[in-house]
């Protein structure tokens, strides 16, 4: 592109982005045409990102000035082959067009195109939420919302007070690593709704078997074959449907539609159960049964922009939190109790702090963020000197979770710092009551996560045999794992070594290593996505890399191969990322040598032979998005350290945790929600509780943006 074109759309431009005096833009335009413009043009579309299209439309064109201002404070361009600019007029064209974003993003706040994956949230550039003044909040628009697994199963199933354990379940969740339940990512397909079909027959088959059990006493007089229920019984018993599965009365309209259906149905002789069964199934089909309604039926905040109604709200935080239907938001949102932020603030506050409430889906925000929970699904090759149990990694992992985030304060730093951690545990304390976990139990899960609120305790009590402990003494059992001889009589212990954290629990390197070895890519690409908010392009098509099988050579020596250039511009972004990990082996166990089986041997004599190879574990952080990170590492504790105390971690951990609750992904319109909720975060010393509470009441969680009367359609 001719660069006097380039320079006078530039110059058009920046007026707009930079609001800077003239030297400044004149540094602007300098720096673009000598640094930007030979790679990002129409001809050559360098990164699938042109610049010579650039417009005066400011609000059309912010996202693609985060985007550079993000490459520029990344480090990453220019690239290192091209000349380099001057440290100081870098820094000064980041704070001229950083300056003029901010004023940009709080002119306007009109939302970009934003991919619906949750692993693709990094896409829209961080500088954009949090490079200035937010603009004014943009809530999303209204949605349908369906059900998870567990919103019917625990939720719909469990309202009906049957036995419907036997019941199949219609819906699943996508078994990729991260944020699962997404609005945007589900239906219900044909297969579902054979199943749902299914499953309001049996339903409606129990409720009128005649069991005393099964049957309420309303629902009597539509068991006789012989007699059809006269229109006062009827209604009585749509209406006794309605408040099971809707948990709400049903209008008259809706009254007289399914009167309407049932006289069409035993229109025939003989189908007076079929009508009835028929009449039963209706409410359990309907599209608000199975899905959460968030169209914003409440009052209208300004133009455009309305509340969730009291109802949409109850079930909105009830999921928030669980899969249950939780009485208390019901019963408020009834008696005119559901309706200000004040409303939301006090029934959020209330269930998160009673100890009594199950409330699964705050240790599970910390399963899908981390993925520690996923260690039970990594295949191991069996070991001659431990047996691997990692189910008891996991619920170890989930008890130092929870005892931090009890305790509250500065939620995200000790989870990645803390030097404590449970061993093989399973003895605690409930308020100074003692109780135990069976491995074959789940109970305990339900119980760390509903009691964020007691005071838990654990201890070391006389055991005579450990679960997990095997009866040959010349193998390893789970405290190996961690560095220790035998299980320790303390819960928790400061663990041996410089050893911190999640990401250097057993749990989460036997989750993100392979079955037969370390993966410091998948380790490197966690960070890089979870912790610095960035995002990695997949492998290219036709792009295999095949590492050496050399048991004489380290992991790392072996991924010299991901240095050639069809691979190095994303690996340099993750291995170094991923290599100070190597200190533990893929069952998370310490070591000082690399231990590497040599198959081959094995396979021939039918005996382990092992090579012990020298351990390198310094590591780099390249291109983080803040200077202050970038640079080599000597081990994995450095760099946590590094990563923990970053301002940018703790906004990216704020970003995740509102497409955990909001079950989308972040747009520029809610810049202003998540700016908000990194300083409650901040001011509440880092209490993961008031960020919740700071989330589940903002625009983004509470409003719906909708059309206004006379808008264009």
């Not at 949090?130 to 567990?150: H, N, T, Y």
């Not at 219609?170 to 499953?199: C, Q, V």
């Not at 760390?448 to 010349?474: E, I, V």
């Not at 990563?643 to 509102?658: C, G, P, T």
């Amino acid at each position: 592109m001719n660069t006097l074109i380039f320079s006078a759309l530039v110059s058009a431009f920046l007026p707009n982005v930079v609001a800077a005096d003239t030297k400044d833009e004149a540094l602007v335009q300098l720096f673009f045409k000598e640094h930007c413009v030979r790679c990002h043009n129409a001809t050559t579309k360098k990164g699938k990102f042109e610049l010579h299209d650039l417009k005066t439309d400011l609000a059309g064109n912010n996202a693609r000035f985060a985007a550079i201002l993000e490459r520029l404070r990344a480090g990453d361009m220019p690239p290192e082959k091209e000349p380099q600019p001057d440290l100081d007029t870098l820094k000064k064209v980041i704070d001229v067009i950083q300056a003029g974003l901010g004023k940009a993003t709080s002119g306007s706040a009109k939302a970009v195109e934003v991919p619906v994956r949750p692993g693709d949230g990094n896409h829209l550039p961080h500088s954009l939420l949090f490079g200035g003044k937010p603009g004014p909040s943009v809530p999303p628009p209204a949605r349908l919302w369906r059900l998870s697994p567990e919103g019917y199963s625990v939720g719909l199933l469990k309202s009906l007070n049957l036995g419907a354990g036997r019941l199949s379940q219609p819906f699943s969740l996508h078994n990729e690593p991260g944020i699962k339940d997404f609005a945007a990512l589900y239906w219900i397909d044909d297969g579902g709704t054979d199943i749902l079909m299914r499953n309001a027959e049996s339903i409606a088959g129990m409720l009128l078997n005649g069991k005393p059990a099964q049957t309420p006493p309303e629902f009597k007089p539509l068991t006789n074959p012989g007699k059809a229920p006269t229109r006062e019984q009827l209604e009585t018993v749509i209406r006794s449907m309605y408040r099971m599965v809707l948990v709400r009365e049903p209008s008259p309209e809706e009254i007289e539609s399914l009167l309407v259906l049932h006289k069409k149905c035993s229109e025939a002789p003989g189908d007076i159960l079929s009508a009835n069964r028929t009449v039963l199934m209706a409410p359990l089909l309907s599209p608000e049964a199975l899905h959460r309604f968030e169209v914003g039926r409440g009052a209208e905040v300004r133009p455009g922009v309305r509340t969730l109604g009291p109802h949409e709200l109850a079930f909105s935080l009830s999921l928030a939190f669980s899969g249950t239907r939780e009485p208390g938001l019901f019963a408020a949102a009834k008696n005119g109790g559901l309706k200000t932020k004040e409303d939301v603030e006090k029934h959020v506050r209330r269930i998160y702090e009673d100890p009594n409430l199950y409330k699964p889906r705050i240790l599970g925000f910390f399963h899908e963020y981390f993925g520690y929970d996923r260690a039970p699904l990594v295949c191991k090759d069996a070991q001659p000197d431990y047996v691997h149990h990692a189910d008891q990694l996991v619920l170890d992992t989930d008890l130092l979770v929870m005892g931090i985030v009890q305790k509250d304060k500065d939620v995200l730093k000790e989870l990645l710092t803390t030097p404590k951690s449970f061993v093989n545990s399973g003895w605690f304390k409930r308020d100074g009551v003692p109780a135990s976990w069976n491995r074959n139990d789940v109970t305990l899960h339900q119980y760390l996560s509903t009691n964020l609120g007691s005071r838990l305790d654990f201890y070391a009590k006389d055991r005579p045999s450990s679960p997990n402990r095997p009866r040959d003494k010349n193998k390893g059992a789970t405290e190996t794992a961690y560095g220790f001889d035998e299980w320790p009589q303390k819960q928790p212990v400061d663990l041996p070594g410089d050893r911190i954290g999640i990401l250097m629990q057993p749990s989460w390197l036997v989750a993100w290593g392979s079955n037969f070895d370390n993966d410091p890519v998948r380790r490197g690409l966690w960070i890089r996505e979870r912790l610095l908010g960035d995002k990695v392009p997949e492998v290219p098509v036709g792009v295999v890399i095949v590492l050496p099988d050399d048991p004489k050579r380290t992991l790392r020596d072996r991924m010299k191969v991901t240095k050639e250039n069809a691979c190095w511009k994303c690996h340099q972004k993750i291995d170094d990322l991923g290599f100070p990990f190597e200190a533990f082996d893929h069952f998370g166990r310490p070591r000082e040598t690399e231990n590497s089986v040599d198959y081959k041997a094995l396979q021939e004599t039918k005996k382990w032979v092992v090579h012990k190879l020298p351990l390198d574990t310094t590591g780099y952080v390249y291109a983080s998005g803040d200077p202050k990170l970038d640079g080599p590492v000597k081990n994995a504790a450095e760099m946590i350290r590094k990563l923990a105390d970053s301002e940018r971690v703790r906004q990216v951990f704020v970003r995740h945790a509102f497409r955990y609750f909001t079950g989308r992904n972040e747009t520029p319109g809610d810049a202003a929600t998540l700016q908000e909720a990194d300083r409650v975060y901040v001011r509440s010393g880092g209490s993961f509780k008031e960020l919740v509470v700071s989330l589940l009441t903002s625009e983004s969680f509470l409003c719906r943006s909708v059309q206004t009367q006379g808008a264009k359609k």
